[in-house]
Structures are given as C-alpha cells and as structure tokens.
C-alpha cells in the first residue's frame, strides 16, 4: 500500500517520545520519462546557476539546490514535465484519500538537485511552522545513496541516526512526506550526479520565501472544482 506510516516503538511511560508519521511512495514506471527529465535538469543547470544568486542551504553553499528559490520546475513546458506533474498530482489526491483528508486549495513550488560526487544535502525541514504540509522528493538518478528521515520529536541540529528512517534512492520513486520533518541524504560518492526533483504543497497563496500571488514561484496546484 503506497501509505505506510512510521511509528514509534510503544511509549512506556504517558512521558515517553511517540510519534506517527504518514509517508506516501508512488512509482512511475516509465523509464524514458526519467531519461528525458535528466537531460532537461543538465541542460538548464547552468543558465540557472547564472541567473539566480545562491542561499546556502543543507550543508551547500553553491549548485543548483541553493538556487531552489529562484524557480519552480512545474512551470516547464517540456512534456516530460507536463508527465510529472500530473503523475504527482495523482498521488498527492491519493495520499488524501488514503488519509481521509480533505481537499483544499493548494499551491506548489519545486526545484531540481544535482548532487555531484562527494556533495551531500545535510539534515533539514522545509517548513516548521503552523501551516506547514506536504512536501515530496522523487528520484530521477541515484547510485548507492539514500534519503534519511528523523524522527519529529528531535531537535533543529539533533538528529539520531539510530531512530532514522533511512530510504534508499531509486530512480522513478515518488516519496510525499510531513513538510515539518527532517531529513537528509548520504554523501554521493559516484562521478554521476545525483538528480532528483522536490517540491512544497502549500495551503496558503505564498511562495517559501513569503512572496505572494504572481510575485513568487508558486502556482495553483490542486483545488475543489479542478478535475481529478
């Protein structure tokens, strides 16, 4: 079943850490579309990094994820993309139904990682605060590394590895997760890049950096009257 949910091993005591977490996996199975998002991410990284002045995030101070502000790859023509966003569309109303959660108007932005050998993205959330939710990573190519999730009872700059979640990386897989958890991923210790796709869901008309409406790169990504 695509939803599972993490939890804790039983409190012991009405003091003990106890979590339940919803993580959501979906699979596109047709390979060329990852082939063709590959050599789409490759071929703008650089106009990207030109364009866009970087924040340092994750344990990074340059590439393509410090410029994760600066674009939203669901606004891309290309087909491929067109393919993606509509297959992650498809999951998140699934995760909704699955959780008994109802739908409400949401927004999205997303953005590309090309992690090159040696790089690795450092633990970290996407949004802490009241009206965080959904955020997703999809793996477009990987080799022997893994995305590691931390238990949300931990402290900023205090994550366990003996209570994580560690999820190995595989190209084609889809993971939707609580926007408020951390998270990281191992180092990438091949010459071919690690690419992969993330993005935030939003139930408020702001972008991550608190632009709204056309000034940011947010756009409508699911509401009541839009087909299904």
């Known amino acids: 079943m695509p939803l599972h949910h993490w939890t804790s091993p039983p409190p012991e005591n009405p003091f003990a850490p106890s979590w339940r977490v919803p993580i959501y996996t979906a699979e596109m199975t047709d390979p060329t579309i990852n082939g063709q998002i590959r050599n ?127 999820v190995s990386n595989r190209p084609g897989v889809l993971t939707l997760f609580p926007s408020g958890i951390f998270h990281a991923t191992t180092a990438n210790l091949h010459s071919e890049p690690r690419i992969s796709l993330a993005f935030d869901i939003h139930l408020t008309d702001e972008d991550p950096l608190g632009r709204r409406g056309a000034e940011g790169h947010h756009i409508l990504f699911d509401d009541h009257d839009m087909n299904e």
């Open 40 to 166: 789409l991410v490759l071929s703008r990284e650089a106009s990207l990094r030109q364009t866009i002045a970087p924040i340092p995030i994750s344990g990074l101070r340059d590439g393509l994820t410090t410029r994760w502000h600066g674009f939203n790859i669901f606004t891309w023509p290309e087909s491929c993309m067109v393919t993606f966003g509509q297959f992650v569309r498809r999951a998140y109303l699934d995760l909704l139904r699955s959780a008994a959660v109802p739908r409400r108007r949401a927004y999205i932005q997303g953005w590309a990682n090309v992690i090159r050998t040696g790089e690795k993205l450092s633990p970290h959330a996407h949004d802490q605060g009241p009206t965080s939710y959904i955020s997703g990573n999809y793996c477009v190519q990987a080799a022997d590394t893994a995305t590691v999730y931390y238990p949300p009872y931990l402290y900023k700059d205090a994550p366990n590895p003996h209570t994580a979640l560690s």
